[in-house]
């Protein structure tokens, strides 16, 4: 189900998610949602963050791009229970470069963050890989 609303910004930046969104998503006072702005698209996306104790991470990526080839990574992250909040990506060259952002929650990981580094770096679709703390959610 889509929604669309519009929405007022105030003099302190701030909006209301209106009360239909709110119940459809299952937003909650006191829940921590993720804001991602894209300043070349002028969008930004929303996402209610759960577990409430996520542990958030931005793995950047290059890739070749080739049918799978983030297919493969997210099942590598899969397998370590990683959990995907939200993703972007975009090809850079046709059938050479892509590049992607995934936000994260490592809460559950069970290897160290830089063990996670070098198993997504040693799969043959990867170029590069970077990660990056954001915040663990208290």
């Given at each position: 189900?889509?929604?669309?609303?519009?929405?007022r910004v105030d003099?302190?930046?701030?909006?209301?998610?209106?009360?239909?969104?709110?119940?459809?998503?299952?937003?909650?006072e006191g829940m921590?949602?993720?804001?991602?702005?894209?300043?070349?698209?002028?969008?930004?996306?929303?996402?209610?963050?759960?577990?409430?104790?996520?542990?958030?991470?931005?793995?950047?990526?290059?890739?070749?791009?080739?049918?799978?080839?983030?297919?493969?990574?997210?099942?590598?992250?899969?397998?370590?229970?990683?959990?995907?909040?939200?993703?972007?990506?975009?090809?850079?060259?046709?059938?050479?470069?892509?590049?992607?952002?995934?936000?994260?929650?490592?809460?559950?990981?069970?290897?160290?963050?830089?063990?996670?580094?070098?198993?997504?770096?040693?799969?043959?679709?990867?170029?590069?890989?970077?990660?990056?703390?954001?915040?663990?959610?208290?």
């Open positions: 189900m889509k929604l669309t609303e519009i929405v003099n302190k930046g701030r909006i209301t998610i209106p009360m239909v969104v709110r119940e459809a998503l299952g937003i909650v921590h949602i993720i804001l991602i702005a894209d300043s070349e698209k002028r969008e930004i996306l929303l996402s209610p963050l759960l577990p409430p104790k996520a542990a958030l991470v931005e793995i950047s990526l290059k890739l070749h791009d080739i049918p799978g080839a983030l297919a493969t990574v997210t099942g590598e992250l899969a397998e370590l229970n990683v959990d995907l909040i939200a993703s972007h990506c975009t090809t850079i060259k046709r059938g050479e470069l892509a590049e992607c952002t995934l936000v994260a929650d490592i809460s559950k990981l069970a290897i160290p963050i830089d063990k996670l580094r070098e198993k997504l770096a040693i799969l043959p679709v990867v170029k590069y890989v970077s990660i990056t703390h954001l915040r663990r959610i208290a």
